[in-house]
């Protein structure tokens, strides 16, 4: 098949010898006796020879295939040494009888799989519709495929010649041995089930789900199309039908399965976070973990799915396809590279080193994982694909990892310091919708606090109408919720005007809710396309004081209006607020400021006395050697790091809303720093709030 497998296949079957290897380990040879591989290789010649001898009774070739099934069922040395010679007889008297032939393939296998293939080949010279022969064909060509697709050969001088090219020939073979059989028969379940694995490998999910498709209308109650047809609808972005597959797949699993899923996978996930404090909780306890630790990693609370966890069973069914050790009964995910697909998900790219003698030195075969912040090694110390991580060799060790580092040692602390790794999949493509959050005593509450999430939409010229859904979810540290709402909301090409920009609007939602620190997640969901975006981590409402001095955040704005405010994203009392979630300003984008004041003094005549200093500065990583070479109005204190601007003014409220516009026109481009100071000139005492923007000049 490929040019230094075939060579080494063909000088191991022209040896006449009488003990087959299974493996080397330090130095020894393990061998089981056997019979010469060179009787299976020639044995075709003397099945040809045999038919221009005399016809022998048929009963005497059927007695010996019974007697060889007799001997491969007690499956000792001995017995197939039997069994393999009672097939050649049976073969010798009936050559064209195609279930001996079948059954001496099969003997063939494990021993002697050259010889073995050769025979499934022979088989379709005599029936070419055979498709226990088409089937085992296939099944050799996707390993090969699978065993090369990543391979290159390390030579001495550090040069790697890539070999995945070789596995085309592999894929080809096995593509087409599989729709052989599928255009007999149509719904071949392995064939199917098969061909559309190979399709996954090649990356063209678009062949793979419609094969899976149709064996679910043939099969509905199979558990293992349901969980493949998940993983893929997964790769392929189809997250909702992911959902679904999964969901009926985890119905129809056995007890022990499901948990793999739902449990022990997800406590191997945690266990190095735990450490041994996890053998102190209770089964409960260990059940109530696992749902806030699938709350706290949920990417996108407005679907009906938790897209983390839904990454979770994609990681483990994949896993289980491809790392599973069937001669050991070993699952995928309990297997080294098995749990790092689960902890990290698929590399960005995988080498395969391949086997090789270096003097007294063995090359053990290696795969080698390449991730963004790390690079992981795994040894196939047999090559029986049980891959380890990769260690250092011992002094003298002659059987060595092709892989430098220690994976062994590096995976204990990564484990620890980076338990897993997850980039949010969703239905659509990631939306950029920048969100700027305010906080205000609030107007309509006691002892409660106004929050607003003012974003920004951007519109299509294509898009007639567009549905979008936004959502509020507030828990506490806990994963317990205090707050959620939801608002759908549909707009039309012409409701996205802003006045400045053709195609986008600012819209604002409002959290009115107690002081507290927890977990946010502000959402956006473009329910035509599932395009989503997710704004999450820990957040603090603010607690505003009813006695003392208090001032809001600060809005940056770019207008605040007391005529029609209810056309504006952010009302507060009278006034309407349009502010600028992308907190950049230019000659043609106005800058106003808004902000509020709570609990000023109030003198005899009923009016409060305030001093306002306005700080303007660039911010530090912004400065340079001129920092504010600009035009500076006579009323602005400057000095070489910041200009300030004091004012005093009265008004007769104790809570009032105070908004300016701020001329930047002259100032250099770049990020700046505003800062506002309150002063109660009656009690003495301050408050002040910081906001950075970006201007434009």
């Known amino acids: 098949m490929k040019l230094l497998h075939f060579k080494i296949s063909s000088f191991l079957s022209s040896i006449t010898y009488s003990f087959v290897v299974l493996v080397i380990t330090q130095g020894i040879i393990q061998a089981q006796p056997d019979l010469k591989d060179d009787d299976a290789s020639n044995f075709s010649a003397d099945i040809m020879r045999a038919k221009s001898e005399s016809e022998i009774p048929t009963a005497e070739a059927k007695s010996l295939f019974n007697l060889a099934q007799e001997n491969i069922s007690l499956n000792t040395v001995h017995s197939r040494k039997l069994a393999r010679e009672y097939l050649q007889k049976a073969i010798l008297l009936e050559p064209e009888n195609i279930e001996f032939r079948l059954c001496y393939a099969s003997l063939l296998e494990k021993y002697f799989p050259v010889s073995a293939y050769s025979e499934y080949e022979n088989i ?15 099944l050799r060509s996707e390993s090969e495929f699978n065993e090369w697709k990543f391979s290159q050969k390390k030579f001495d001088d550090g040069i790697y010649f890539d070999l995945s090219d070789e596995a085309l020939s592999d894929f080809r073979k096995a593509e087409y041995y599989y729709k052989k059989i599928i255009s007999y028969q149509p719904l071949h379940y392995d064939a199917l089930m098969h061909l559309s694995f ?15 498709e149709t064996l679910l209308k043939a099969f509905p109650d199979d558990k293992d199309v349901h969980l493949y047809l998940g993983l893929l609808y997964y790769k392929d972005n189809q997250i909702q039908k992911a959902h679904k597959e999964f969901q009926e797949a985890l119905i129809l699993m056995q007890p022990e399965e499901r948990k793999d899923f739902t449990y022990n996978t997800v406590i191997e996930l945690l266990s190095p976070v735990l450490s041994e404090k996890i053998k102190n909780f209770s089964q409960p306890e260990l059940e109530n973990l696992i749902s806030s630790f699938w709350k706290l990693n949920e990417p996108l609370f407005l679907t009906e799915y938790n897209e983390r966890l839904l990454e979770h069973y994609s990681r483990v069914a994949y896993a289980n396809l491809r790392y599973s050790v069937p001669a050991e009964n070993k699952q995928g995910w309990k297997t080294d590279r098995g749990e ?5 998900g698929d590399p960005h790219k995988i080498v395969r080193l391949r086997p090789g003698v270096d003097w007294s030195v063995v090359k053990l075969k290696t795969e080698i994982w390449h991730y963004e912040e790390f690079t992981l090694g795994f040894v196939d110390k047999f090559s029986t694909n049980k891959y380890a991580f990769s260690s250092p060799p011992k002094f003298n060790e002659r059987y060595q990892s092709q892989f430098g580092d220690d994976t062994f040692f590096f995976v204990e602390s990564l484990r620890k310091i980076s338990p897993q790794k997850y980039e949010p999949v969703f239905e ?5 919708i920048p969100v700027d959050v305010t906080q205000f005593l609030s107007l309509s509450a006691n002892n409660k606090t106004d929050v607003y999430f003012s974003y920004k939409l951007e519109h299509s010229d294509s898009q007639e109408c567009v549905q979008y859904q936004s959502g509020i979810f507030f828990f506490d540290l806990f994963m317990n919720p205090i707050y959620q709402k939801k608002n759908d909301f549909k707009f039309s090409a012409g ?10 609007l600012v819209k604002s939602s409002l959290m009115t809710v107690k002081p507290d620190s927890g977990n946010i997640s502000f959402e956006i969901l473009r329910t035509d396309d599932g395009a989503a975006f997710s704004n999450q981590g820990r957040f603090k409402v603010r607690k505003f004081n009813r006695d003392v001095l208090e001032m809001s955040d600060i809005v940056l704005a770019e207008t605040v209006e007391s005529a029609d405010p209810d056309q504006l994203p952010i009302i507060r009392e009278n006034l309407g607020i349009k502010p600028n979630p992308e907190l950049s300003f230019s000659s043609t984008v106005p800058l106003f400021i808004y902000y509020e004041t709570y609990n000023l003094e109030l003198g005899d005549d009923g009016m409060n006395n305030i001093e306002q200093t306005i700080l303007l500065k660039r911010s530090e990583d912004e400065t340079g050697g001129d920092d504010l070479i600009a035009p500076i109005i006579k009323m602005f204190q400057t000095d070489e790091k910041q200009i300030a601007l004091i004012s005093n003014f ?25 800062e506002i100071k309150i002063k109660d000139l009656f009690s003495g005492n301050e408050v002040f709030r910081k906001k950075e923007f970006f201007w434009n000049q």
């Open 124 to 138: 379709l010279q005599i029936d070419s519709t055979c498709i226990e022969a088409i089937y085992k064909l296939a």
């Open 198 to 212: 190979l399709y996954e490998d090649s990356n063209v999910p678009e062949k793979s789900i419609p094969l899976l």
């Open 340 to 344: 790092m697909h689960i902890r990290y």
């Open 428 to 432: 659509g493509p990631p939306l950029d």
């Open 495 to 504: 409701d996205f005007n802003d006045g400045r920009e053709k195609n986008s």
């Open 650 to 674: 009265q008004t007769r409220e104790r809570n009032p809303q105070i908004y300016f516009q701020l001329d930047m026109n002259g100032y250099q481009s770049g990020k700046y720093e505003l």
